[in-house]
């Protein structure tokens, strides 16, 4: 049974089954389909209260803010000199912002979970269901980003999108099938779009490409794969300011075929992605791929980082940091 959050943040993938990629109109969301945005507060069960000194801060409880359509132009070059990030610490943590749709959702809740309290890395929650980059009026990521961006002064963003987008839709007047020129031309610009905003902002920048999906879910690999390709190719043009993170197969079998269900480090059988073949199941499935983008970021970024968080993957653990004297 999907989970209520996924159940709220489906719009997007129903809109596969609904047939809206078919006539390149986008799902409309209703109250129940979206989950809510606004300012910044401290809530849920993995997100400490403020009474504790939280780590994690989550947008949660509200309506969308109101969008205009997003210019589609090429984004201004950005300068290629960024200064590395600071070695973090609990004293001082790396402020690191995690925006996309439901699985970047589920990507925050784990880093959230993994993290925990009092660690060298805050987690700012901002992702935001049923979003992506191809509807851009029902959320108008460019300007909600640029507001988080001034808002939080992250030195790291995160990025997780796709669940929504492989499919075609209108630009204006004009039909962009998926997969043709002109849809890899335009996705690629909006792609570019968010991440020369987040590099004019002075933050680094990792995109995290999306997992291998069931063959029984309502995404075909296929197309999960071409938009993978869009994402490290944008990437690759910033090689200094911005790394790709591949997760293809990181929720494999040992036969290469999908896992719906693996074996953690205490050797107990965890099911880590949900029933629709799509989301990624918490707390082991987003502990896992949490857990392992954090690994990668130590070595794209040249960092340490300790966390006070869950440990189910010690494969890809990192250290716990010393208690406070």
């Known amino acids: 049974m999907l989970s209520g959050r996924h159940l709220l943040s489906g719009v997007g993938v129903l809109g596969l089954l609904l047939g809206a990629s078919a ?18 507060s ?7 209260s403020s009474a504790q000194g939280s780590s994690v801060i989550s947008h949660a409880n509200s309506t969308p803010p109101p969008t205009k359509k997003s210019s589609n ?22 402020t690191a912002l995690v925006i996309g749709d439901s699985l970047g959702e589920d990507l925050q809740y784990g880093m959230a979970d993994v993290a925990g309290t009092g660690g060298s890395l805050r987690i700012i929650e901002a992702a935001y269901g049923s979003s992506g980059l191809v509807n851009q009026q029902y959320y ?15 030195q790291l963003v995160y990025v997780l999108f796709g669940g929504n987008d492989a499919r075609s839709f209108d630009q204006g007047a004009r039909y962009v099938p998926f997969g043709s020129a002109l849809w890899k031309k335009v996705y690629g610009a909006r792609v ?11 933050a680094h920048l990792i995109w995290v490409g999306l997992p291998v999906m069931s063959p029984s879910s309502v995404l075909s690999n296929t197309r999960i794969k071409a938009l993978n390709a869009i994402y490290r190719a944008e990437v690759q043009k910033h090689p200094a300011q911005a790394s790709f993170i591949a997760t293809w197969s990181l929720f494999r079998t040992p036969r290469g075929g999908f896992a719906e269900y693996m074996v953690d480090s205490a050797g107990v059988r965890v099911m880590v992605r949900d029933p629709d073949g799509v989301h990624i199941a918490p707390p082991a499935g ?5 857990s392992y983008v954090l690994r990668q970021t130590e070595k794209a970024e040249r960092i340490s980082l300790c966390v ?14 010393a208690a406070k004297r």
């Open 286 to 290: 987003q502990e896992l791929i949490a």
């Open 73 to 94: 132009t090429a984004s201004p070059p950005v300068a290629t000199a960024m200064a590395p990030l600071v070695q973090p610490s609990p004293a001082k943590p790396l």
């Open 192 to 202: 570019n779009t968010i991440i020369s905003e987040v590099l004019r902002a002075k």
């Open 23 to 40: 006539c390149g109109g986008a799902p409309t969301p209703t109250a129940a389909s979206a989950r809510p945005h606004q300012s910044a």
């Open 140 to 154: 108008d990521w460019p300007k909600v980003l640029a507001s988080d961006l001034r808002r939080y002064h992250p």
């Open 42 to 48: 401290v809530t849920g069960t993995a997100l400490k």
């Open 308 to 321: 006070r968080g869950s440990n189910l993957w010690q494969q890809y653990s990192l250290p716990h940091c």
